[in-house]
């Protein structure tokens, strides 16, 4: 019996220590003195944790900026970083050190796994940002505490025009869509953009929503685009997927021309393998890319190279999200009343209108629009940037402006 | 249509290699290798490494991957690990190569990093990869590279097998290790070889696969399944058979995309169910035949397990009358029981002085300690490694939430529910399985955790775009402590039922199923009715451990239930100790708590430290069988004892009473 009292002793004591100091050195929250507390949920390891490095550097650095300008109502604003490890119950491990344990009043929760957190975070009544991933909460009831970095999401999901107008525009005449089976927004997205093609009378030769997330077998697909014959591709897929994808097309004989991916603009294309591959593709950005050189875009990059070590020969591309979720929680701690809260937060945030991160969103957009404003695969107001891939450079299309849509009638 | 049966003759290639370099180790050291999906991903994330990353040429990296890294780490391996394992149980083979394959992915983040591959990532053949036509069909140098690896590893293996002197070695020793070492033959050195061997075709297949797996670790743990598949309807000891079978898989999950809609999801359900029903349709027509000698593989992990009951049941017998009472067969249980009800107690302290995240996270560990309670009674008593416990749970999340949130019942009514939900699933998954033999057990629960994955846990209608479906708790268990009360109630009440049974009549039948199967049949047992039971009340319990969970987490979210995450929870079961109750809750404690200090107190690069920790200490069983949890028990007693004997004598000197206490040995409470 002692040797057994002993062993959970020893454990149980183990474990107090260890959890003891957790919780000591904490409490009071932000209060109404001292920085305010912010948190960060990203996957800074685990299985997509290439996909979201640099989101932690970008958040941090718009965080930085507004501190140097006097941080919000003259106070500071102190960033907490958890990792989910790229599960969904490690995101909800980490809301629940920044909210339990670090006293944070606003959450970005830049991850895949955000949906393992979000009735947490909901019943805590803790603003979240982020970049509308994984799922349709970000404009669906009663989620109304999250705040997409671009708007929030109608749910019903309709067809926009935005797509299939600049297709028919470059040329296509007909589509081939691919999105993966086991990921209801790509797959929505392709189906989507097929209708949008549709309607604005591209033919829709093709369409397979059956791949599979973390497979780049995409032999079928490739045999089934060369039997259909369509001379553009349209993939909601992540970036590696979409190229895997065009590739295993080419070498299976399709005769695709033009290809256009929803995901994929990045520095690291430059100078690879993929970089021949992907010659006069277009990719859609939901921010203003470095590219367009806009006041906007100019001060952001100044400011990432500052704080987060963004090269002056490299841009931003997808880690910019860290950058856009940092501008929403500044706006709503500046919405909120003089002693911000989770509450205040929120209601004050929802009432703002206009709203463009500084000039990078393609359309203002209106916090008080819950459930509305743009559509899943399309940035806020149902508009995109589209950046192509000519030599060893990204160029944007049209005119350097956005291109924009509203839901196709009928 | 010759498109997709070359496309399907490529991807079944790459399933032969690996099938290949099971059969290999099995026929030669009795070791069915669970990391062989892991360590192939290993490989090509070091291929990816030197090729890609640091702009090594194609043949230095693959020669250095392939030709030297791989066949010295399964050397390596060999001499540390495997070596060892070649007369262990079913079940400390199994752990062991599980914990390795645990350990190995987190092991490659480190060394590696996390490298964003755009595209495809580099196979063997140079970029941009070439494409044939043959009879009007494309066919890419990789996937040429891909045949003609398999062609060329079927021709030398089959050459050095039949005309050499070396094969005729190897052969001599898969025939009878012992007639072999009479003829002055060394087993060990061709046990070696043999795994280096393995390895190094493990590497290759890495290799070859990566272009078309990407850099995922799931996408591997999918070809071990695949393999393991042909592996087992070529009933483990059949070269050519696996090869066929792994060709013959590739073809038809190929033939599948092509006649499947491509606007449906029908295919993406069909793909990863076909090694289930090639495994199905041999359960049904051939398992009649399987060879794996169960009676004797069952006897030795029952003696393994029965040795260790007798060793502390000696040490009572040596110990007086007092200690005597409590260390009485069953010692270890009795032991274990006693600290489980003081673990439970000192549990039910935290929440009253930790704070919401720490009490958050005893919830969670609380509410995993009994989904892992499930292995105590299947693994830890039956003796039977079931690889779908992570399934069973995850129906009863997904069951929990419906009753709760669809059908509006009760929570606790729901959680109870749950688990007669998943007891049909346990029962039909042990009726298919208990009769063929330990390591099928393993082989075919772990394909039809991956067929639950895809046909199940990705449909739209329990993944909700994403939002899974919200689980309620009871409404007495809302917070945070109380939650955490509430789940270490539930591990309380089912813990005191599984002792129980241990007790019962079909309790004793359970353990004399796994002691032997021929004795428990003599005596008029039906050993494979009372392992089918025991597959089915561990589900129940799985079931209302995955419930519980789904009511920690608000939803029923059941990505958080793959087969790879089940691994993982076998690996932390066996890590602490597989065999008691009090094991099952500190090892949930374990994975809730360990990544919540290592989030809590240390940087972001160490995340991925505890996996392989949990891996690691898994491969311990090989040396402790009882898991960590004996040890520490082995220190505490010792520490006990040597208090005891300063507190009644006082310091002495080197002859002292104090200093005849002897330390723990590294075998804890089993010496």
Same mark, same amino acid.
């Given at each position: 019996?002692?040797?057994?009292?002993?062993?959970?002793?020893?454990?149980?004591?183990?474990?107090?220590?260890?959890?003891?100091?957790?919780?000591?050195?904490?409490?009071?929250?932000?209060?109404?003195?001292?920085?305010?507390?912010?948190?960060?949920?990203?996957?800074?390891?685990?299985?997509?944790?290439?996909?979201?490095?640099?989101?932690?550097?970008?958040?941090?650095?718009?965080?930085?900026?507004?501190?140097?300008?006097?941080?919000?109502?003259?106070?500071?604003?102190?960033?907490?970083?958890?990792?989910?490890?790229?599960?969904?119950?490690?995101?909800?491990?980490?809301?629940?050190?920044?909210?339990?344990?670090?006293?944070?009043?606003?959450?970005?929760?830049?991850?895949?796994?955000?949906?393992?957190?979000?009735?947490?975070?909901?019943?805590?009544? /803790?603003?979240?940002?982020?970049?509308?991933?994984?799922?349709?909460?970000?404009?669906?009831?009663?989620?109304?505490?999250?705040?997409?970095?671009?708007?929030? /999401?109608?749910?019903?999901?309709?067809?926009?025009?935005?797509?299939?107008?600049?297709?028919?525009?470059?040329?296509?005449?007909?589509?081939?869509?691919?999105?993966?089976?086991?990921?209801?927004?790509?797959?929505?997205?392709?189906?989507?953009?097929?209708?949008?093609?549709?309607?604005?009378?591209?033919?829709?030769?093709?369409?397979?929503?059956?791949?599979?997330?973390?497979?780049?077998?995409?032999?079928?697909?490739?045999?089934?685009?060369?039997?259909?014959?369509?001379?553009?591709?349209?993939?909601?897929?992540?970036?590696?997927?979409?190229?895997?994808?065009?590739?295993?097309?080419?070498?299976?004989?399709?005769? /695709?021309?033009?290809?256009?991916?929803?995901?994929?603009?990045?520095?690291?294309?430059?100078?690879?393998?993929?970089?021949?591959?992907?010659?006069?593709?277009?990719?859609?950005?939901?921010?203003?890319?470095?590219?367009?050189?806009?006041?906007?875009?100019?001060?952001?990059?100044?400011?990432?190279?500052?704080?987060?070590?963004?090269?002056?020969?490299?841009?931003?591309?997808?880690?910019?999200?860290?950058?856009?979720?940092?501008?929403?929680?500044?706006?709503?701690?500046?919405?909120?009343?003089?002693?911000?809260?989770?509450?205040?937060?929120?209601?004050?945030?929802?009432?703002?209108?206009?709203?463009?991160?500084?000039?990078?969103?393609?359309?203002?957009?209106?916090?008080?629009?819950?459930?509305?404003?743009?559509?899943?695969?399309?940035?806020?107001?149902?508009?995109?940037?589209?950046?192509?891939?000519?030599?060893?450079?990204?160029?944007?299309?049209?005119?350097?402006?956005? /291109?924009?849509?509203?839901?196709?009638?009928? | 249509?010759?498109?997709?049966?070359?496309?399907?003759?490529?991807?079944?290639?790459?399933?032969?290699?690996? &099938?290949?370099?099971?059969?290999?180790?099995?026929?030669?050291?009795?070791?069915?290798?669970?990391?062989?999906?892991?360590?192939? =991903?290993?490989?090509?994330?070091?291929?990816?490494?030197?090729?890609?990353?640091?702009?090594?040429?194609?043949?230095?990296?693959?020669?250095?991957?392939?030709?030297?890294?791989?066949?010295?780490?399964?050397?390596?391996?060999?001499?540390?690990?495997?070596?060892?394992?070649? $007369?262990?149980?079913?079940?400390?083979?199994?752990?062991?190569?599980?914990?390795?394959?645990?350990?190995?992915?987190?092991?490659?983040?480190?060394?590696?990093?996390?490298?964003?591959?755009?595209?495809?990532?580099?196979?063997?053949?140079?970029?941009?990869?070439?494409?044939?036509?043959?009879?009007?069909?494309?066919?890419?140098?990789?996937?040429?590279?891909?045949?003609?690896?398999?062609?060329?590893?079927?021709?030398?293996?089959?050459?050095?097998?039949? =005309?050499?002197?070396?094969?005729?070695?190897?052969?001599?020793?898969?025939?009878?290790?012992?007639?072999?070492?009479?003829?002055?033959?060394?087993?060990?050195?061709?046990?070696?070889?043999?795994?280096?061997?393995?390895?190094?075709?493990?590497?290759?297949?890495?290799?070859?696969?990566?272009?078309?797996?990407?850099?995922?670790?799931?996408?591997?743990?999918?070809?071990?399944?695949?393999?393991?598949?042909?592996?087992?309807?070529?009933?483990?000891?059949?070269?050519?058979? %696996?090869?066929?079978?792994?060709?013959?898989?590739?073809?038809?999950?190929?033939?599948?995309?092509?006649?499947?809609?491509?606007?449906?999801?029908?295919?993406?359900?069909?793909?990863?169910?076909?090694?289930?029903?090639?495994?199905?349709?041999?359960?049904?027509?051939?398992?009649?035949?399987?060879?794996?000698?169960?009676?004797?593989?069952?006897?030795?992990?029952?003696?393994?397990?029965?040795?260790?009951?007798?060793?502390?049941?000696?040490?009572?017998?040596?110990?007086?009358?007092?200690?005597? $009472?409590?260390?009485?067969? +069953?010692?270890?249980?009795?032991?274990?029981?006693?600290?489980?009800?003081?673990?439970?107690?000192?549990?039910?302290?935290?929440? #009253?002085?930790?704070?919401?995240?720490?009490?958050?996270?005893?919830?969670?560990?609380?509410?995993?300690?009994? %989904?892992?309670?499930?292995?105590?009674?299947?693994?830890?008593?039956?003796?039977?490694?079931?690889?779908?416990?992570?399934? =069973?749970?995850?129906?009863?999340?997904?069951?929990?939430?419906?009753?709760?949130?669809?059908?509006?019942?009760?929570?606790?009514?729901?959680?109870?529910?749950?688990?007669?939900?998943?007891? +049909?699933?346990?029962?039909?998954?042990?009726?298919?399985?208990?009769?063929?033999?330990?390591?099928?057990?393993?082989?075919?629960?772990?394909?039809?955790?991956?067929?639950?994955?895809?046909?199940?846990?990705?449909?739209?209608?329990?993944?909700?775009?994403?939002?899974?479906?919200?689980?309620?708790?009871?409404?007495?268990?809302?917070?945070?402590?109380?939650?955490?009360?509430?789940?270490?109630?539930? =591990?309380?009440?089912?813990?005191?039922?599984?002792?129980?049974?241990?007790?019962?009549?079909?309790?004793?039948?359970?353990? #004399?199923?796994? *002691?032997?199967? +021929?004795?428990? $049949?003599?005596?008029?047992?039906?050993?494979?009715?009372?392992?089918?039971?025991?597959?089915?009340?561990?589900?129940?319990?799985?079931?209302?451990?995955?419930?519980?969970? &789904?009511?920690?987490?608000?939803?029923?979210?059941?990505?958080?239930?793959?087969?790879?995450?089940?691994?993982? *929870?076998?690996?932390?079961?066996? #890590?602490?100790?597989? $065999?008691?109750?009090?094991?099952?809750?500190?090892?949930?404690?374990?994975?809730?708590?360990?990544?919540?200090?290592?989030?809590?107190?240390?940087?972001?690069?160490?995340?991925?430290?505890?996996?392989?920790?949990?891996?690691?200490?898994?491969?311990?069983?090989?040396?402790?069988?009882?898991?960590?949890? &004996?040890?520490?028990?082995?220190?505490?007693?010792?520490?006990?004892?040597?208090?005891? #004997?300063?507190?009644?004598?006082?310091?002495?000197?080197?002859?002292? +009473?104090?200093?005849?206490?002897?330390?723990?040995?590294?075998?804890?409470?089993?010496?």
């Amino acid at each position: 019996m002692r040797g057994a009292m002993l062993t959970t002793t020893v454990a149980a004591a183990v474990l107090l220590g260890v959890t003891a100091c957790g919780s000591s050195g904490s409490g009071g929250g932000s209060g109404a003195s001292g920085p305010i507390k912010v948190g960060l949920i990203t996957s800074l390891s685990g299985p997509l944790a290439a996909q979201f490095a640099g989101v932690n550097n970008d958040f941090k650095a718009r965080i930085d900026v507004q501190n140097a300008s006097g941080g919000v109502g003259g106070r500071r604003i102190e960033v907490f970083v958890a990792d989910d490890a790229g599960s969904v119950q490690g995101n909800l491990t980490a809301a629940q050190k920044l909210v339990d344990d670090d006293h944070v009043i606003a959450v970005a929760d830049e991850s895949a796994f955000v949906a393992g957190a979000i009735r947490f975070l909901k019943q805590q009544g /803790i603003p979240v940002a982020g970049g509308q991933y994984s799922g349709p909460f970000w404009g669906q009831q009663p989620y109304t505490n999250m705040f997409g970095d671009w708007g929030s /999401i109608n749910p019903g999901s309709p067809v926009y025009t935005t797509i299939g107008r600049y297709l028919k525009s470059v040329g296509a005449s007909s589509l081939g869509s691919v999105g993966f089976g086991d990921s209801p927004s790509s797959k929505l997205d392709a189906s989507n953009q097929a209708a949008s093609a549709k309607a604005a009378g591209v033919k829709v030769a093709y369409l397979s929503t059956s791949a599979q997330i973390g497979s780049n077998d995409f032999s079928s697909q490739a045999l089934g685009l060369k039997q259909a014959g369509p001379d553009t591709l349209y993939s909601s897929m992540g970036g590696s997927q979409s190229i895997a994808l065009l590739t295993a097309a080419r070498q299976a004989g399709a005769k /695709i021309t033009h290809s256009f991916f929803i995901s994929g603009y990045s520095p690291s294309i430059i100078g690879s393998s993929a970089q021949q591959m992907l010659q006069g593709a277009d990719f859609g950005v939901y921010y203003a890319p470095q590219q367009a050189d806009t006041p906007a875009t100019r001060a952001t990059a100044a400011a990432l190279q500052k704080y987060a070590g963004l090269s002056k020969s490299s841009f931003y591309s997808f880690d910019l999200v860290g950058w856009l979720s940092a501008s929403v929680i500044v706006r709503g701690l500046q919405a909120a009343d003089a002693n911000p809260a989770p509450a205040s937060f929120i209601s004050g945030l929802r009432k703002v209108r206009g709203y463009t991160a500084g000039g990078l969103l393609p359309a203002p957009v209106n916090f008080s629009d819950f459930g509305g404003g743009t559509t899943e695969g399309l940035g806020a107001g149902g508009c995109l940037y589209v950046v192509r891939l000519a030599g060893g450079a990204f160029q944007v299309e049209n005119g350097g402006k956005p /291109i924009c849509g509203g839901p196709v009638s009928g | 249509m010759t498109a997709y049966v070359l496309a399907g003759l490529v991807s079944g290639s790459i399933y032969a290699l690996t &099938a290949l370099g099971l059969v290999s180790t099995y026929l030669s050291a009795g070791v069915l290798n669970f990391s062989y999906g892991a360590y192939a =991903f290993f490989a090509a994330s070091c291929y990816y490494f030197l090729h890609s990353q640091h702009h090594w040429g194609i043949a230095v990296s693959a020669v250095l991957v392939v030709l030297v890294i791989s066949p010295l780490l399964g050397l390596g391996l060999w001499a540390v690990l495997f070596r060892g394992l070649a $007369r262990s149980t079913t079940l400390i083979k199994v752990a062991a190569t599980i914990g390795l394959s645990v350990a190995f992915p987190p092991v490659a983040q480190i060394l590696f990093g996390k490298p964003q591959v755009y595209g495809t990532p580099p196979g063997l053949a140079p970029q941009p990869v070439a494409v044939y036509h043959v009879l009007g069909v494309a066919i890419t140098m990789d996937q040429a590279i891909v045949l003609a690896c398999l062609a060329a590893v079927l021709v030398i293996g089959g050459v050095v097998l039949r =005309f050499t002197g070396a094969g005729l070695v190897v052969r001599a020793v898969v025939d009878s290790e012992k007639m072999a070492a009479l003829t002055g033959v060394s087993p060990q050195r061709v046990s070696a070889a043999v795994w280096a061997f393995s390895y190094l075709l493990a590497g290759l297949a890495g290799v070859l696969v990566a272009p078309i797996l990407g850099l995922g670790s799931d996408g591997f743990t999918f070809l071990m399944a695949t393999a393991f598949t042909a592996v087992v309807i070529a009933r483990l000891r059949h070269p050519g058979r %696996a090869v066929v079978v792994a060709l013959l898989i590739g073809v038809a999950t190929s033939l599948v995309q092509k006649w499947a809609p491509p606007s449906s999801t029908l295919a993406q359900d069909l793909v990863p169910a076909v090694p289930f029903l090639f495994v199905f349709v041999f359960i049904l027509l051939g398992s009649r035949r399987v060879t794996e000698e169960r009676g004797d593989h069952e006897a030795r992990l029952g003696a393994a397990l029965a040795g260790e009951d007798e060793r502390h049941h000696r040490r009572a017998q040596a110990a007086g009358p007092a200690r005597r $009472r409590y260390l009485a067969a +069953p010692a270890a249980a009795g032991r274990a029981h006693a600290g489980l009800i003081v673990t439970i107690v000192v549990l039910a302290v935290l929440p #009253a002085v930790l704070n919401s995240y720490w009490v958050g996270l005893v919830g969670f560990g609380a509410a995993m300690g009994v %989904a892992l309670l499930s292995f105590t009674l299947v693994t830890g008593e039956g003796g039977l490694i079931s690889l779908a416990q992570v399934s =069973f749970a995850g129906i009863g999340s997904a069951a929990v939430a419906q009753f709760t949130t669809v059908n509006g019942l009760p929570a606790l009514l729901a959680l109870a529910l749950a688990g007669l939900v998943a007891l +049909p699933f346990g029962l039909v998954v042990g009726l298919l399985t208990v009769r063929l033999g330990d390591l099928h057990v393993a082989l075919i629960t772990l394909t039809f955790a991956l067929l639950m994955d895809s046909l199940a846990f990705d449909s739209s209608y329990f993944f909700q775009n994403g939002l899974g479906v919200n689980a309620s708790r009871p409404s007495f268990a809302g917070g945070g402590a109380s939650f955490a009360y509430f789940a270490l109630v539930i =591990f309380a009440l089912l813990a005191l039922f599984l002792v129980s049974v241990r007790r019962s009549t079909t309790g004793l039948a359970v353990v #004399a199923a796994r *002691w032997s199967v +021929p004795g428990a $049949r003599t005596i008029g047992l039906s050993t494979t009715a009372v392992r089918v039971q025991a597959m089915g009340v561990s589900a129940v319990i799985a079931a209302i451990g995955g419930g519980l969970l &789904a009511m920690y987490q608000y939803a029923s979210l059941l990505n958080g239930f793959s087969t790879g995450q089940g691994l993982v *929870w076998l690996a932390v079961a066996v #890590a602490v100790g597989i $065999r008691s109750p009090l094991g099952a809750l500190l090892a949930g404690l374990a994975f809730a708590v360990v990544p919540g200090i290592f989030t809590q107190y240390l940087p972001a690069s160490w995340t991925p430290v505890p996996t392989l920790l949990f891996g690691l200490a898994a491969i311990g069983m090989v040396r402790q069988p009882d898991g960590l949890l &004996a040890d520490i028990g082995g220190l505490a007693h010792w520490l006990g004892r040597r208090a005891a #004997a300063l507190l009644a004598h006082g310091p002495a000197g080197p002859g002292g +009473p104090a200093a005849r206490v002897s330390p723990p040995r590294p075998q804890g409470v089993t010496r």
